[in-house]
């Protein structure tokens, strides 16, 4: 039987064709190991810290790639078929990178990744924009494809090269109140 730790060493070469220089080899090294160290500490009913505080986000941002590396284990192909886009959407460095920085920022988002095998499966297609050439991160990507599933919002990149879709960034959608007209 093999232990957590070797099933995400195992998954190593899988996660390097998405690593395009020697700086996010080391990079993804560095996180690999933090994650190997962590895996077997993690709780089963973790709870997410709710607060504002730098602790607060450390502990989030860990919970977030605590989540991506279990789930890279349990999934060695990293992709789901998508029915609205019609299409696998791949899960790459890129995808833990963009969504650890932004949806740490709220419990709200952070809860939601949680959920990514059934974001990245219903999510429908809601907006088509170009990706952002000044942007290093988009880089790779020649179109930005905006997805919603309930309140979560799902940005996936068309990457070219490839002719993939990657799954690039989840975070919990704002819903603003609605005022009553009072009639």
Request: hydrophobic content about 40%; glycine content about 4%; overall charge positive.
């Given at each position: 039987?093999?232990?957590a730790g070797?099933?995400?060493?195992?998954?190593i070469?899988?996660?390097?064709?998405?690593?395009?220089?020697?700086?996010?080899?080391?990079?993804?090294?560095?996180?690999?190991?933090?994650?190997i160290?962590?895996?077997?500490?993690k709780?089963p009913?973790?709870?997410?810290?709710?607060?504002?505080?730098p602790?607060?986000?450390?502990?989030r941002?860990?919970?977030?790639?605590?989540?991506?590396?279990q789930?890279n284990?349990?999934?060695?192909d990293k992709?789901?078929?998508n029915?609205?886009?019609?299409?696998?959407?791949?899960?790459?460095?890129?995808s833990?990178?963009?969504?650890?920085?932004?949806?740490?920022?709220?419990?709200e988002s952070?809860?939601?990744?949680?959920?990514?095998?059934?974001?990245l499966?219903?999510a429908?297609?809601?907006?088509?924009?170009?990706?952002?050439?000044?942007?290093k991160?988009?880089?790779?990507?020649?179109?930005?494809?905006?997805?919603?599933?309930?309140s979560?919002?799902?940005?996936?990149?068309?990457?070219?090269?490839?002719d993939?879709?990657?799954?690039?960034c989840?975070?919990?959608k704002?819903?603003?109140?609605?005022?009553?007209l009072?009639?």
């Open positions: 039987m093999k232990s070797n099933e995400i060493r195992s998954n070469i899988l996660f390097l064709d998405a690593l395009p220089s020697q700086r996010e080899y080391y990079l993804f090294d560095i996180w690999l190991l933090q994650i160290g962590n895996y077997h500490h709780q009913n973790m709870e997410i810290p709710t607060g504002s505080s602790e607060d986000l450390k502990a941002k860990q919970i977030i790639a605590d989540f991506y590396a789930w284990a349990e999934h060695p992709k789901i078929w029915r609205s886009l019609n299409a696998f959407i791949h899960v790459k460095y890129i833990l990178n963009e969504t650890k920085g932004q949806a740490s920022v709220s419990y952070t809860k939601a990744v949680l959920k990514l095998t059934d974001i499966e219903k429908v297609v809601f907006n088509i924009k170009p990706a952002k050439k000044n942007d991160n988009q880089k790779a990507f020649d179109q930005m494809i905006f997805m919603y599933y309930n979560i919002r799902m940005l996936v990149g068309h990457q070219t090269s490839k993939e879709y990657v799954q690039y989840i975070t919990a704002k819903v603003k109140n609605k005022v009553s009072g009639r």
